[in-house]
């Protein structure tokens, strides 16, 4: 019986323990500066605001954000919350998603489907331009002999 116990509290212990910094995703470190000093030079723009004791959760907060959309998704969306009218204070992590989002909305940012479709017909157009190239090569090839 002793072993049918710990079989039992084994899956609800792991679901109690939460995420482990080692195992969390990371940007690079060069994604990881570049978000630094873009929270560091928005923090300048609210002086009365004390950031100081919230700055290393607000930083992992916008790397998660940075990591579910990008950073320039994230830098963008502070530009823009940073000249909104009534933004008196820093934006909190969920109010620059929301921005995120309603910036995908009004098309400003594409969705990554239409990144996606873009790229593939991006793709398609090279294919097809090389088999022009190559024909046109061939022709003026055969015109010369």
Known sequence: MPELERIKRAPLSSVLTGTSELSRRRLDDEESRALTLMVAEAVKRYPSQDLADSAGEILQDLEQLALKY????????????????????FP?????????????????????????HYLANLAQWKREHAEYMKELEAKSGDQAR
């Open 70 to 89: 990008s950073l320039l998704k994230v830098r963008r969306a502070l530009e823009a919350l940073r000249i909104t009218p009534g933004q008196k204070f």
């Open 92 to 116: 909190r992590p969920d109010e620059i998603a929301e921005e995120i989002e309603d910036q995908r909305e009004r098309r400003m940012i594409p969705t990554v489907d239409d990144t996606r």
